[in-house]
């Protein structure tokens, strides 16, 4: 059981000791790889079969990478990367990592304890729930899930292999071996699918912006030492509080229970910790839920709406120097480079967006204070000044959408936007698109995947009550033209955001093109090595 948490005072937070040794790597710290590789399986009903896939699972736990592994892995790839790569841009290759998630019919085949779950969004599944996320009802709709390529109403999987590691080979032999595994097993795959980074553009996703800067850190120890952290703190403790609130500066530092089940989830001071909910049933305990979306993105489609746009507005009163770029930049809320847009309002700053002791470290209520970091550099960038209203960042943008930072919302304060973070571990698929502007249908988007405590909380919520409500979490605001979807009857799907010009102008801006397409995917969940052991391979 994990070690309890407390805190004497305000400033001291004593951080639990997780079992690090008991949860899936790709829930704690969580798979940062380049590269995936996604397999999707499915098992007969038969008792014969039943006990080949209890097998394949008994002789799996011994190759699953655990969150010790995980983190280890972690550490040592930023040591050796300080030491021998950086400078010549070098990648470390380790150990590929794998992990093992199941849906509820591939749960209850295994175990009857899966119907104790109470979860209903995992037991209904992510297709037959679409339409409460905003995705198309009309069959002959792409992302309507009768059309979708996995997880679909004929196409639902057992559970979801991940594979992920530092270099495509490595990934392939280590896949391959699995494959050899799940053929012993006469286990059928129904899906199987790569994501890589892009070569041109690390760490972007196809539209060209530079994805996962927002990640939330965890609290948490890896083990009794004091400060042997999960997340490494980066700020000055002179700093104080702050210093307690952050890994990296602007890195919401969550308490475990929001990604993994059986610890303390967060409160309404963040440096507290919250109850702890008890397991159901207890075997979930050291447990997590993953989303799986296959989101296809038209990256054309998305630039040359964009550049008509800003056309647009550029012969409206303060927007006359609204270009294609500053406009995307607007609607994410931070330019390609990862620099946010409340740090630098008319130009990408890429220094800023490397930075990680600067690239999300903003605040929209309030300005944002310097800290001082612990290696002793200053940030040199122009600080973020206080944005309520949303006249530089709007509060339609994505970033804004999903993480209220410190501003209040229709939930309440800022620990509303606590409870609702979710760690991302997904990958892009598909080949870049060499001219943004192309009419090019080659199919290319991202393998979303996200680690949460509670499927209907904080993914679903995030989708259908702020990103795709136009009111929430604040006015004035609109839809988050990026991610969201606009399912209400008679509006044909049309989205729609405000922003503002150079002495606050309003406009408005309003699409129907689809830019982001669910093409698959799934709800799962990721149960503990021991969980796997004892309950569910066991005949």
Known sequence: MPSPASTPNSLTVIEPVLAMQDIQGIAVPGFLKP??????????????SIRLFKQFLMDLTRQIATAEQTLADRRQHRKKTAERGRARGRRVQAVPLTAITFSYAGLRKLTPGA??????AFREGLASRSSLLGDPTDPKSEGNPKRWRVGGPEKTLDALLIVAGDTRPAVDQRTAKLLAQVRKAKLKVVYREKGDVRPDLPGHEHFGFDDGISQPGIRGRASAQPHDFITDRHIAPAEEPDHSLYGYPGQDLVWPGTLVLGYPATSPDPLIPGDVATPTPAWTANG??????RLRQDVGLFWRTVRAEAARLARLPGFADLTDEKLASRIVGRW??????NRVPEADLKRLGRDKNANNYFKFDSDAPPLARRSGKTDPYPPSKADPAGLICPWAAHIRKVNTRDSGSDMGGRDSTYIRRLLRVGVPFGKPLRNRYAHDQRERGLLFLSVQASIEDQFEFLVSRWMGDPTRPKMPGGHDILVGQNDTPSESRVRRCVIFGSSAEEAHLATDAEWIVPTGGGYFFIPSINALRTVIAVH
């Open 288 to 293: 997590s839920f993953l989303v799986f979306r």
């Open 336 to 341: 390609p480079s990862g620099a946010p847009v």
């Open 35 to 48: 590269h995936q590789t996604l397999l999707g399986l499915v098992c007969r009903s038969e008792s014969k």
């Open 115 to 120: 119907q104790e779950i109470p979860s209903v």
